[in-house]
């Protein structure tokens, strides 16, 4: 149950972030609009050469949602040589991957561990679902 109800926190919260996302809201877009107020020639802020700063502009892990029932295949890359790429789409009775990467063996692992974990969090509703509710 505690599982349960730190998955439904989760999802609220990643369903807040992507809201904002959407919106122009999230803090990389307000980061890099930001880095392109800089005229030319200017010296950018401290904060751009910090190693943190640095390190959260490279998207090791890219991911796209396409949305719609007639998607019926795409293809989605990784956007860095070290990353991966996973394309998913939420339809009504399934999900949809594609996971790419440049290097071997790192697709088909991040599939299976992606899997597992979606099973996990599946048996975690199901169990919940299941449970009596009361009934004050």
């Given at each position: 149950r505690d599982c349960h109800s730190k998955l439904l926190a989760a999802t609220q919260a990643h369903s807040s972030f992507s809201s904002k996302a959407s919106k122009a809201m999230g803090c990389d877009r307000h980061m890099l609009g930001l880095k392109l107020m800089l005229k030319p020639g200017e010296k950018a802020p401290e904060i751009?050469?910090?190693?943190?700063?640095?390190?959260?502009?490279?998207w090791a892990l890219s991911t796209s949602g396409l949305v719609g029932e007639h998607m019926d295949g795409w293809g989605f890359g990784e956007v860095v040589p070290h990353g991966l790429g996973i394309g998913y789409a939420v339809l009504n009775d399934r999900l949809r991957f594609t996971v790419t990467s440049r290097h071997a063996g790192w697709a088909p692992r991040m599939t299976a561990?992606?899997?597992?974990?979606?099973?996990?969090?599946?048996?975690?509703?199901?169990?919940?679902?299941?449970?009596?509710?009361?009934?004050?």
């Open positions: 751009f050469s910090d190693v943190v700063t640095a390190r959260s502009g490279t561990n992606l899997e597992n974990a979606l099973l996990q969090m599946r048996d975690l509703c199901v169990a919940a679902a299941a449970e009596p509710q009361s009934k004050l």
